[in-house]
């Protein structure tokens, strides 16, 4: 892999000089001639009927263009991830079921007359009974959600592989234990923001998302009007982490304001908006059995999870299935029983999170902990007891190819000190260990593969076509490089169309960590394509065959007599000359079971391939006020092959810091009667550039055989662990095991006056 | 709402503007005179995305109300550059990885100029203080302070 001209290296990426020029347009940066500002009137209530909204006093406002709501304005149309959790009326028509939940908006000619307009509408709520926690929302006589969910059961994931009841007769030892966390926010620097256009030929749309194919044909359905055209454009992404990839009821109420005004309409949302009405990530709590031979071998696992999801379903199959998947590649276990319920509560929907989840996987590193603390051994020893290895069947059936676990491990442990470290540390410094693995691309039907073409300007560059979406963490460099690498273009010579539903395919966009998989795997088939095509006019310019010709910097040669050899832009110029058109094409799918569902059949290949990775963080934890310090974190990621080596140094650093830092330390919500108290950033606690240490990314290749350049998923397997290598250092420093996260000093001096084992 | 006439100099242009009194200095900037650079991230002035430079000190524009600027000298992301060429410190930003999705991107570029023309060797945890007040969601900061330190060293070197 050491002769790639781009690829394997530090590249700078293709989309930093118009950032750092204040160039880079997001969505709240645009405007449309004729524009109008939209507002939101939201629901007071965590649940409530709606039995009139008069809307008559704000229609006569001056300024004001177009009011609409649910009841007058909407298709009786319900969103949902997959057929069976179609629950969402994206703008309701009977029904509030959380503070915050849209009722009606209103598009006018300024800011300040939308929200003098929104004090003018009157709606009339009855308010119902609510309920708050998912344990109370499952007994019987608690308020109902949705009347064909009863007990309020939104997803119910039941996995029951190997034997499980046996293999915990038979342990040598089984530690029990339970876990939890509250709500997180995705904390995107960008609130979110749409702008919309819908007049005759249809409707374009500007917003951050992480997949505008997603977007596009749900909108579709709800607009009524064919999905070519629903025309979702490429814009700057201020960060998404999951939080943006569905479809959201501000995009429909967007379009809808538009139709009605026949103008474009831009709503932006205040960062209390951001936080309650886009999505947050589920509140979960953990209750394990897990038994262990005396040798250290990790022989079986039993899970009951519960999920607050709030008030509709999201991505509820996939927030619920994904963390258990990744045990299930993390540790090569055969018996394997999982329990996982996702509840409705009166509370915002939830959705998906890079750091999936917390409550489910920090404990299960902590008793991997307290079985090597039993045994006297280390927990480094006992993780590579239990390492997962190539070829591997897991227990619902993945079959692992390309594993660098052990790797990880050893160069994570060389890298932070560990043998220097453990154990030996002063009081009050701990040092922990963690690992995690992540599926490359999940089962999304049809949107699970991607497709991507190739053309050649006068100038001989390439423009490269493809659904990819960059929310900052580099895609749109990524597969702007593999296309240069596969045509023998330098990077500057390369031009990329993306993310935009009118022209390019369908693409699972930057969500289930397919971008480099999937949607780089179809850009470097486009290539390939391209470049058998090219060479064979190329051939006869030179006199050889096509298939002794290779492409570097912009030549093609023959490889056998490099002198030998032509400029690439003058083989397009030829071609074009020659009427021959060279257009490439290429596609990827994931090799997925199509059979696997995440609820009627949780078995079979979920992904086409699994990352690995090895969290270490040392902290110094204050035994009077309780507070963590981290002092350092070292992260060891297996990303197959690294693409771009800078932009996979970015992506684990930011992994580290927001598992370990936002995740293990300071995230969390905080509610009252359903309405959330610190949607701020003064209130919600979020690391400054002086509550990060310095983190080492070390990549691991493991040169998977499916990806594009052998690369896999570039940096989740950090996200997923490094806050479990934060406990693991707690207790380390304090001799304390933590019941919940985040690890706040109050959490902490609690655990330390209960000295809870 | 009565406007109220202000003077001030932007990325060394002159301006006279009509603004309401209740109008903060991102809103004149980015609506009235198109300057989208600095960013409106949290509409309470705890992010740092709305950082321009005022009389060459780095302040939160959502924060200052435009009849403030009166007779101000301010400095925008766009005003960093001169043509083509980059500023040392975007040209940091750019070749050490210190930018992802780029929003908090002009807000923390002006914020360590700042730092760099009053402290041009700064310290690890100078670097960090100076950007404090800057919330960035996408690095964890590392690249992003290896990126200030290497501007200051470019500048040493000059």
Known sequence: ?757 | MEQHKIRLSVNGEDWELAVAPNKTLLEVLRNDLGLTGAKEGCQDGTCGACTVLMDGKAIRSCLVLAVEAQGKDILTIEGLSKGDDLHPVQEAFVTHGGVQCGFCTPGMILAAKALLDSNPEPTDKEIRTAISGNRCRCSGYTKIVESIAAAAQGQRRR
């Open chain 1, 1 to 757: 892999m050491s002769d790639h001209s781009l690829v394997g290296q530090k590249v700078t990426r293709t989309d930093s000089v118009e950032k750092v020029r204040g160039e880079a347009k997001f969505t709240a940066d645009l405007s449309l001639p004729g524009m109008l500002y939209g507002k939101i009137l939201r629901s007071p209530y965590p649940h409530a009927k709606i039995l009139n909204i008069d809307t008559s006093e704000a229609e006569k406002l001056p300024g004001v263009r177009a009011v609409i709501t649910g009841q007058k304005d909407t298709l009786p149309y319900k969103w949902g991830v997959v057929p069976y959790t179609r629950d969402y009326q994206l703008l309701p028509i009977e029904r509030v079921r959380y503070v915050g939940q849209e009722v009606a908006a209103v598009a006018a000619t300024d800011e300040d007359t939308a929200k003098r307009a929104l004090d003018l509408i009157n709606v009339d709520y009855e308010p119902l009974p609510a309920v708050f926690d998912p344990e109370e929302a499952m007994k019987e006589g608690a308020p109902s959600l949705h009347d064909d969910k009863p007990g309020n059961i939104c997803v119910a994931v039941e996995i029951d592989e190997g034997e499980v009841d046996k293999a915990l007769a038979e342990a040598d030892f089984v530690l029990e234990g339970s876990f939890s966390a509250p709500e997180e926010d995705y904390c995107e620097a960008e609130p979110y923001a749409v702008l919309a256009n819908f007049d005759s030929t249809g409707v374009d749309i500007w917003c951050p998302n992480a997949g505008p194919h997603m977007k596009a044909r749900p909108l579709s359905a709800a607009l009524g009007i064919p999905t070519s055209k629903v025309r979702l454009h490429r814009v700057y992404i201020g960060g998404a982490f999951g939080g943006r990839s569905e479809v959201s009821p501000a995009d429909v109420i967007v379009c809808l304001l538009s139709h009605k005004a026949r103008r474009p309409v831009k709503i932006v949302y205040t960062y209390e908006e951001n936080c309650n009405c886009i999505r947050q990530e589920v509140a979960w709590s953990t209750n394990l059995r897990m038994g262990f031979k005396d040798d250290g071998t990790w022989t079986v696992g039993d899970f009951k999870c519960i999920v607050d999801g709030g008030a509709h379903a999201s991505t509820g199959p996939i927030a619920v299935s994904v963390p258990y998947m990744e045990l299930e590649t993390t540790y090569p276990l055969k018996n394997l029983r999982y329990n996982g319920y996702r509840v409705y509560t009166n509370k915002p929907p939830r959705g998906m999170h890079p750091e999936q989840n917390r409550a489910f996987l920090i404990p299960i590193e902590m008793h991997l902990d307290m079985a090597a603390e039993r045994l006297g051994m280390d927990p480094m020893e006992l993780r590579l007891k239990n390492a997962m290895t190539p070829g591997f069947t897991t227990a619902t059936g993945a079959k692992i190819t390309s594993c660098g676990f052990t790797e990880c491990v050893q160069k994570a442990a060389d890298k932070a000190g560990w043998r220097e470290k453990k154990g030996k540390l002063p009081t009050g410094r701990g040092i922990g260990m963690a690992c995690g693995s992540v599926m490359s691309g999940f089962p999304m039907g049809i949107r699970g593969g991607s497709s991507a073409f190739i053309k050649f300007n006068e100038d001989g560059d390439a423009t490269v076509i493809s659904g990819v979406v960059d929310n900052g963490q580099g895609n749109e460099s990524m597969v702007t490089q593999i296309a240069a690498e596969e045509l023998g273009l330098p990077l500057d010579k390369v031009r990329l169309i993306s993310a935009d539903t009118g022209i390019c395919p369908l693409d699972p966009g930057a969500y289930s960590q397919a971008a480099t998989l999937i949607s780089g795997g179809a850009v470097k088939e486009a290539a390939t394509d391209a470049k058998r095509q090219l060479f064979e006019v190329a051939g006869k310019m030179l006199d050889a065959k096509p298939e002794d010709l290779d492409a570097r910097d912009g030549n093609i040669y023959v490889k056998s007599d490099p002198g030998r050899s032509v400029l690439l832009r003058r083989a397009v110029t030829n071609a074009m000359g020659n009427n021959i058109t060279i257009m490439g094409r290429g596609y990827r799918w994931p090799k997925i079971d199509p059979d696997r569902e995440w609820v009627s059949n949780p078995r079979g290949q979920f992904a086409s391939t699994y990352s690995y990775g090895c969290s270490i963080a040392e902290v110094e934890v204050d035994r009077e006020t309780g507070k963590v310090k981290v002092l350092d974190m070292t992260a060891a990621h297996d990303c197959g092959y690294p693409i771009n080596a800078m932009a996979v140094e970015q992506q684990i650093q930011r992994a580290a810091t927001s598992s370990g830092i936002c995740g293990g330390v300071f995230d969390k919500i905080l509610w009252d009667k359903g309405q959330t108290l610190n949607a701020n950033y003064l209130d919600y606690w979020f690391p400054t550039a002086l509550d990060v240490p310095h983190i080492e990314p070390i990549i691991v290749s493991s040169n998977d055989p499916f990806g594009p350049f052998g690369a896999k998923e570039g940096s989740l397997s950090i996200s997923i662990s490094m806050y479990s290598a934060i406990a693991c250092a707690i207790h380390e420093a304090t001799g304390v095991w933590l019941k919940e996260a985040p690890f706040t000093p109050e959490k902490v001096l609690q655990a330390l006056e209960k000295e809870y084992c």
